[in-house]
């Protein structure tokens, strides 16, 4: 049986609900850190292997450039340990409403904000 029913593929015109944004936003950040934690890695072993590859490494983390990508691995980290935890408490069976769900991804936003905050005076 073929159902005639009209099909939105334009993605500019969907509106996603905020819960599906948080989600979203999660798979992303998770990305981000999994792909991050390799430059993190190099960067310590670097760091590590002599005196001439820490400063090495010291020096390029003076830039502008890193300091803003140490901010950006940071809040995507803050963003998804956040989230999961909001996931987590999903999972035991609390805010699966439409209307707790949408105020506690509205809350990890928050918290994410501020903890994004923190992490750039952290890194200037």
């Known amino acids: 049986m073929k159902k005639q029913r ?3 593929l334009d993605l500019q ?3 996603f609900p ?3 944004i948080a989600s979203i936003l999660h798979r ?3 990305v981000i850190v999994y ?3 390799a430059i993190l890695l190099a960067l310590l072993a670097e760091s590590l292997g002599s005196k001439e590859g820490f400063d090495n490494v010291a020096s390029l983390a003076d830039s502008f450039l ?3 990508v140490l901010w950006g691995i940071l809040t995507a980290l803050a963003y998804h340990i956040v989230v999961g935890i909001r996931h987590m408490i999903m999972d035991l069976g609390y805010w699966e409403e439409l209307e707790s769900g949408t105020q506690s ?3 990890s936003f928050v918290i994410a904000i501020i903890l994004s905050l923190l992490a750039g005076i952290l890194v200037w």
């Open 6 to 8: 009209p099909v939105n």
């Open 28 to 30: 992303v950040s998770g």
């Open 105 to 107: 991804a509205k809350v």
């Open 13 to 15: 015109t969907i509106r």
């Open 66 to 68: 890193i300091k803003f």
């Open 18 to 20: 905020v819960t599906a």
């Open 35 to 37: 792909v991050s934690l």
